[in-house]
């Protein structure tokens, strides 16, 4: 097993501050100060400080066999002595070795394996409400960082406009993970200026989205059977007017519905229903973003997030197919995700990109306020008591999850790293 994880664990902590080595050339290294975790590189630490032969150094320092070593480092720890290293000017790295107590070895092997079954959620079901707390704020911080990095990158490929940026993240909300793609390539095509310019009509942005996702035309876009093949009726054939006039307007090229995953949707979450709600929503407000910002509890969400399609969808799910009657719209489990996954994460990004601190606090107000998911990684967390009362504290618990127990990090987590302490 690669110990790298641990070993990290032991340097940051000053376990082998002060320790006199043998190193593999035969060297008399001393470490006298752990240095700084470098940014975004795993076992690589800065300004560390020892003394190598009585000579003192100051540098960097790569800790673990499978951290790749970098131009310039001045020492690597291992666990087992290994080849020497070169560094810059084929220079020599002073290597040493630590070997980690048995007991310790084996609490590190026993959490790594039983991580990928939350095998550590009997302990956070049993810490003090205080512990728990303060786990849970860490892990949702860090979680809200990053997403504030993929929304970033969103706004970056819109040219820094934070309305496009929202149509975009909304699209990709409500695609979920079976047709998120799919959503996003529409997002592309369909872009948020057409639709400023064209919100006047709920008609004419169903058209937009829906010819634009490929639902009409069966001669000229394939669609799938069941869709834009299904019997004309008056307003399918309008849409398809409208969609005719749009596309030359935009150069509009529609995508091939072969894109969509539709096997086993309920009605109400096929695409074209989805999309004619999503219709109604943009056409309901000139300025979604800050009403969004303006969302303090999860009925906020609700009242701005949960429309309703219009008329036509209440007998309809695809153009043209008849159902049975009930209205479409976004319903609350659906505004919850949309609270937990755009409303919260944008705020997030918005304040710290504006400078708006309040807007940061406010979004982890909000995600207090809204219900805790439910899905299968977070199941195992539940099995052992109601550690999740809200999407505040499930959002931590899938950072925790997806970071650390999926990735078998269990050195860098604070619940492993309690567990291994007692052997430290």
Same mark, same amino acid.
């Not at 800065?46 to 003192?56: I, K, L, S």
């Not at 010819?211 to 008056?234: N, W």
């Not at 949309?338 to 944008?346: E, F, Q, R, T, Y």
């Given at each position: 097993?690669?110990?790298?994880?641990?070993?990290?664990?032991?340097?940051?902590?000053g376990?082998?501050?002060?320790?006199?080595?043998?190193?593999?050339?035969?060297?008399?290294?001393?470490v006298t100060?752990?240095?700084?975790a470098?940014?975004?590189?795993?076992?690589?630490?800065?300004?560390?400080?020892a003394?190598?032969?009585?000579?003192?150094?100051?540098?960097?320092v790569?800790?673990?066999?499978?951290?790749?070593?970098?131009?310039?480092?001045?020492?690597?720890?291992?666990?087992?002595?290994?080849?020497?290293?070169?560094?810059?000017?084929?220079?020599?790295?002073?290597?040493?070795?630590?070997? !980690?107590?048995p007991?310790?070895?084996?609490?590190?092997?026993?959490?790594?394996?039983?991580?990928?079954?939350?095998?550590?959620?009997p302990?956070?079901?049993?810490?003090?409400?205080?512990?728990?707390?303060?786990?849970?704020?860490?892990?949702?911080? @860090? %979680?809200?960082?990053?997403k504030?990095?993929?929304?970033?990158?969103?706004?970056? #490929?819109?040219?820094d406009?934070?309305?496009?940026?929202?149509?975009?993240?909304l699209?990709?909300?409500?695609?979920?993970?079976?047709?998120? @793609?799919?959503?996003?390539?529409?997002?592309s095509?369909v872009?948020?200026?057409?639709?400023?310019?064209?919100?006047?009509?709920?008609?004419?942005? @169903?058209?937009?989205?829906?010819?634009?996702?490929?639902?009409?035309?069966?001669?000229?876009?394939?669609?799938?059977?069941?869709?834009?093949?299904?019997?004309?009726?008056?307003y399918?054939?309008?849409?398809?007017?409208?969609?005719?006039?749009?596309?030359?307007?935009?150069?509009?090229?529609?995508?091939?519905?072969?894109?969509w995953?539709?096997?086993?949707?309920?009605?109400?979450?096929?695409?074209?229903?989805?999309?004619?709600?999503?219709?109604?929503?943009?056409?309901?407000?000139?300025?979604?973003?800050?009403?969004?910002?303006?969302?303090?509890?999860?009925?906020?969400?609700?009242?701005?997030?949960g429309? %309703?399609?219009?008329?036509?969808?209440?007998?309809?799910?695809k153009?043209?197919?008849?159902?049975?009657?009930?209205?479409?719209? !976004?319903?609350?489990?659906?505004?919850v995700? !949309?609270? !937990?996954?755009?409303?919260?994460?944008?705020?997030?990004?918005y304040?710290?990109?504006?400078?708006?601190? @309040?807007?940061?606090?406010?979004?982890?107000?909000l995600?207090?306020?809204?219900?805790?998911?439910?899905?299968?990684?977070?199941?195992?967390?539940? #099995?052992?008591?109601?550690?999740?009362?809200?999407?505040?504290d499930?959002?931590a618990?899938?950072?925790?999850?997806?970071e650390?127990?999926?990735?078998?990090?269990c050195?860098?987590?604070?619940?492993?790293?309690?567990?291994?302490?007692?052997?430290?």
């Amino acid at each position: 097993m690669d110990y790298s994880g641990l070993l990290n664990l032991l340097w940051r902590s000053g376990h082998l501050a002060g320790c006199d080595f043998a190193g593999a050339a035969g060297e008399r290294v001393v470490v006298t100060h752990q240095g700084e975790a470098a940014d975004g590189l795993p076992g690589v630490w800065v300004a560390a400080e020892a003394t190598v032969d009585g000579e003192r150094r100051r540098g960097t320092v790569v800790v673990g066999a499978s951290t790749p070593v970098p131009d310039g480092a001045m020492l690597r720890v291992v666990e087992r002595a290994a080849p020497r290293v070169l560094g810059i000017d084929d220079r020599l790295v002073p290597q040493i070795s630590y070997a !980690i107590e048995p007991e310790v070895a084996e609490c590190y092997d026993r959490l790594r394996r039983g991580a990928a079954r939350c095998e550590c959620a009997p302990r956070v079901a049993q810490m003090s409400p205080l512990h728990r707390t303060s786990l849970l704020t860490a892990l949702l911080v @860090e %979680r809200l960082e990053r997403k504030y990095g993929d929304v970033m990158r969103v706004l970056a #490929d819109a040219d820094d406009d934070w309305n496009r940026t929202f149509w975009v993240m909304l699209l990709r909300v409500m695609g979920g993970n079976r047709n998120r @793609e799919a959503y996003m390539s529409l997002a592309s095509k369909v872009d948020f200026a057409m639709l400023s310019r064209e919100k006047s009509s709920v008609q004419k942005i @169903e058209a937009l989205l829906l010819g634009g996702g490929g639902f009409l035309f069966a001669e000229e876009s394939g669609s799938a059977k069941g869709y834009s093949d299904a019997p004309k009726d008056d307003y399918t054939l309008r849409l398809e007017d409208e969609f005719r006039h749009l596309a030359a307007k935009y150069s509009i090229v529609p995508l091939r519905p072969a894109v969509w995953d539709v096997r086993k949707l309920r009605a109400a979450n096929f695409p074209t229903v989805r999309l004619a709600e999503i219709a109604a929503l943009v056409a309901k407000k000139d300025f979604m973003l800050d009403a969004m910002l303006d969302c303090r509890t999860a009925k906020d969400v609700d009242d701005l997030f949960g429309v %309703r399609a219009s008329d036509y969808w209440d007998s309809h799910c695809k153009p043209g197919v008849e159902c049975d009657p009930s209205p479409k719209r !976004i319903g609350k489990a659906k505004t919850v995700l !949309i609270g !937990i996954n755009l409303v919260a994460p944008l705020m997030f990004a918005y304040g710290r990109q504006t400078g708006r601190d @309040e807007l940061c606090d406010r979004a982890l107000d909000l995600l207090g306020s809204l219900p805790a998911e439910e899905n299968s990684h977070l199941a195992p967390w539940y #099995d052992h008591g109601r550690v999740a009362e809200s999407g505040f504290d499930s959002q931590a618990l899938l950072q925790l999850w997806g970071e650390y127990c999926a990735a078998g990090r269990c050195a860098e987590c604070r619940v492993g790293r309690a567990e291994l302490q007692k052997f430290l």
